[in-house]
C-alpha cells in the first residue's frame, strides 16, 4: 500500500489532497488490522494442544520477558518515530528531518517488526502451544520479506530528498 500511495497518491486523493489525511487512516487501518491479527493468532493458540516444556516456571518467566521487551521495543519505537513515522508517513511525502538513532533505533534497525515478533513469541511460550512457535517464524519470515521492500524504497526517498536538498536552487 505504502509504496502505490508514493506513486499514485490515492489516499491522499480521497482525502482532498491532504496527505496527513491519508497517513492517519492508513495509521487507523494498520491499527485495527493488527488488533484483528493478535485475536486470530490468540484464538488460534488457544485451540492448540499445549507442551509440558513449555509450562514450567522458567518458561513463563521467558514468556513473560519476551512479551515485555518485545513491546517495550514497539512502544518507544512509536513514540520515537511518531504517528507519520511509525504508520508510512514518508510514502505520502511526510519526511523526519533526521533519522531516529536513538533507542531502539540503536538496538535494531526495525524496532517495531523485531517487538513484535519477541512479543508473539512471548505469547506462544506463556500459552504453551509448539503451534504459536510455528506461528512466531511465520511472522518473522513475513516481516523479513516486508523489510526487504521497505527499507531500500525509504532509503530510495531519502536519498532523494537529500538530493533535491542539495540541488542548486531555481532562481525565477
Known amino acids: ?5 508514493y506513486h499514485n497518491k490515492i489516499l491522499t486523493k480521497l482525502f482532498g489532497g491532504n496527505s496527513r489525511f491519508g497517513c492517519y487512516a492508513l495509521a487507523v487501518t494498520i491499527f485495527l ?3 484483528f491479527r493478535d485475536a486470530l493468532y490468540e484464538r488460534a493458540l488457544r485451540a492448540q494442544p499445549s507442551h509440558p516444556l513449555l509450562q514450567t516456571p522458567s518458561s513463563n518467566y ?11 521495543l ?8 511518531g504517528v507519520t513515522g511509525t504508520y508510512l508517513g514518508d510514502y505520502f511525502g511526510i519526511l ?3 533519522q531516529v538513532t536513538t533507542f531502539p533505533f540503536n ?9 513484535s515478533t519477541m512479543s508473539f513469541l ?25 523489510l526487504s521492500y521497505e527499507d531500500p524504497f525509504t532509503a530510495k526517498i531519502y536519498a532523494k ?12
Do not use: C, F
Not at 514497539?74 to 518515530?81: D, F, I, R
Not at 538496538?107 to 517487538?115: L, N, R, V, W
Open 107 to 115: 538496538i535494531t534497525g526495525a524496532p517495531m517488526y523485531y517487538g
Open 1 to 5: 500500500m505504502g509504496i502505490s500511495e
Open 161 to 172: 530528498r537529500d538530493q533535491e536538498r542539495r540541488a542548486p536552487k531555481k532562481v525565477s
Open 33 to 35: 488490522i493488527g488488533i
Open 122 to 146: 512471548g505469547t506462544a511460550i506463556l500459552y504453551g502451544k509448539p503451534a504459536g512457535l510455528l506461528l512466531t517464524l511465520e511472522v518473522l519470515v513475513l516481516y523479513l520479506v516486508a
Open 62 to 72: 521467558i514468556g513473560y520477558a519476551l512479551i515485555a521487551s518485545g513491546n517495550l
Open 74 to 81: 514497539v512502544l518507544t519505537s512509536m513514540w520515537a518515530l
Open 96 to 98: 523526519m528531518d533526521h
